[in-house]
């Protein structure tokens, strides 16, 4: 007897069918809003001139980090005008910023409930394991018809594909601190509410840093691949030069991205130094 | 010691057993199994069984144990940081394994400080914000809170120190930070857990001493944990033994030592009961000021003042003891404008030879107060010996 092959594809289909059909109007405001907010960014951006957008860059690495980060952030960015990828550039930096804050805002109430909760911690750590194994082109199929094509979609790929360590690190920063500390804040009569914000979150400050910078640079590497459904930026300059084989101009907008994205680390992890201190 | 005083905390029957089948393991106690056996044959572990003690108002109670012995489960069930499984902790009339949530924050609030072994200060905050942690807990107004916290500070000798943070410091000055977030919130009982444990010996000492300072000051009721018999018996008014989960022994230091409820506390003071072998003299300390026999009243009673003592020893030319001068007697002195002080002298007092053992002293410091003086053969004056010193001999010969 021929087994029957179990047909997870096409029940997967037809869920996303459904829902598709039963929240377009959700999906439809998402996608609204969403695209305000990634054009009045753009266009904030691009409305300032490079040299200006420049500067301010290179204050924010000198105030925040070294006068060595300003000097690579200086050149680097001089390089990417220089080379004619300045709007691209813009529009990828919205994209991750964009993405990054979506993911943010949702990671950090669901680490902090999982760290509290024992129960929601074994539901959730399968469930980001599978958000962050699973092939992340995968992402971009279903959301085409939640979003359609664009920068929207591309937006909904990477806050799954980049929320997890955010949700991670969040959870283990909380459990990260010391017993010691939640007896001391325990015998002195603490609330739930004190403990959390008085204690947990400002000891685990550092690490949920670091869970947002990893989160940062998982957005900026899915945004590129995101130009496969058509996001703006340096993802489409890379796909164009694939499709003409140039590999010349792949290079080069690859050389932005890896520019953007040592910016983007440096100066995240130089934020979470200077609150370490 | 003296039972009249009034009670802080009753502790009837508590028992703790760490396991999801608390009853079962509690049956096997009843029919008179010990903790192993129960661990065997149900997998509970009995923390502490069929705990009942008093904590007197305004005393330094001391809960003592090797580890393994349950006395940090046990001032944990106090303030609740652990759960219990039966029996009552009683504290101005709340019973603390029932209440509920709220009532337990409150009732943690007014009532526990808790000092900890590592300290425990949050990192993020400084020294005088560690200090206030309790009173911000409380919703104590800032600029009060800041004045508590910085008297705290003062007390322990900290003071300067306030915008640090707690990595700055050493060892023990950041357990005086922990001593003063604990002061600083003004609860009714302070609990001490294995507080100087984490310190060196030298600092450890001096710390034992401040407590015992700031305690004469304030007669805060105080539970303090240690695994250290010296520690014991240097600070604690009282202590409870534990072994294994059961209370073995409880008495004043000088209780525990001369009068061991059982074997364990025997082998346990061991060491220190070569008190037989041990003598006045070896806990004999020189005489830190004496007064002449041909010294006016008024030169005496200023020599007390300045070494802040009420009594002191007269001695002759050849410092033979002659007598006490007590400081009410050379008030008097002055008063009747006497000329010199041997009139008013009392025989009132212990004195004892130099190999006289040392455990025979514990009988006379219950006595009277002052210290017991050494004197040869000549009935010269040798030295004095303090209660402390014999505990501290005693403890000393203990650790060897």
Known sequence: ?277 | MDETRPVKIQVRGLSKVFGKQPKKALELRDQGLKRPEILEKTGQTLGLSDISFDVYEGELLVIMGLSGSGKSTLIRCLNRLIDTTEGEIVIDGENIPTLGEKALLECRRRHFSMVFQNFALFPHRTVQQNAEFGLEIRGVEKSERQSIAHNALKQVGLEGWEDAYPNQLSGGMQQRVGLARALANDASVLLMDEAFSALDPLIRKDMQQELLQLQSKMQKTTVFITHDLDEALNIGDRIVLLKDGEVVQIGTPEEILTKPADDYVRRFIEGVDRSRILTAESAMRPVRTTARDSDGPRTALHRMRDHSIDSIYVTDRDRQLLGLLEADAASRAIEAKAETITDHLTQDFRKVPPDEPLQNLFAMFSEKSYPIAVVDEQQRLLGVVVKGAVLDELARAGEQ
Do not use: H
């Open chain 1, 1 to 277: 007897m021929e087994i029957t092959r179990i047909p997870l594809g096409s029940w997967i289909e037809s869920g996303l069918t459904w829902l598709t059909s039963e929240y377009s109007v959700v999906t439809r405001g998402i996608s609204r809003v969403t695209q305000a907010g990634i054009n009045s960014l753009n266009d904030g951006l691009m409305w300032l001139p490079e040299w200006a957008l420049l500067a301010i860059i290179a204050l924010l690495c000198w105030k925040l980090a070294s006068t060595r980060l300003a000097i690579g952030a200086v050149a680097g960015l001089a390089l990417i005008w220089n080379l004619g990828l300045w709007n691209p550039m813009i529009e990828t930096l919205t994209l991750v910023v964009i993405a990054t804050l979506v993911a943010v805002v949702i990671a950090l109430p669901v680490g902090i409930a999982a760290a509290l909760s024992e129960r929601l911690y074994r539901v959730i750590m399968p469930v980001l394991d599978f958000m962050q194994t699973m092939p992340a082109f995968v992402y971009l199929i279903p959301a085409i018809p939640f979003f359609g094509i664009g920068s929207v979609s591309a937006i909904f790929a990477t806050v799954i594909f980049s929320m997890p360590p955010a949700i991670r690190f969040t959870t283990l920063g909380i459990r990260q601190v010391p017993t010691e500390l939640i007896e001391a804040a325990d015998a002195y009569g603490a609330t739930r509410g004190q403990k959390l914000f008085k204690v947990q979150l400002p000891l685990s400050l550092p690490t949920v840093m670091a869970g947002i910078n990893q989160t940062i640079m998982l957005a900026l590497s899915m945004v590129v691949i995101a130009a496969m459904i058509g996001a703006d930026g340096l993802g489409s300059e890379v796909w164009r030069a694939i499709q003409r084989l140039r590999p010349g101009d792949g290079f080069e907008a690859g050389i932005a991205v890896v520019i953007l994205a040592m910016l983007l680390d440096r100066l995240t992890q130089s934020l979470r130094k200077s609150r370490r201190s």
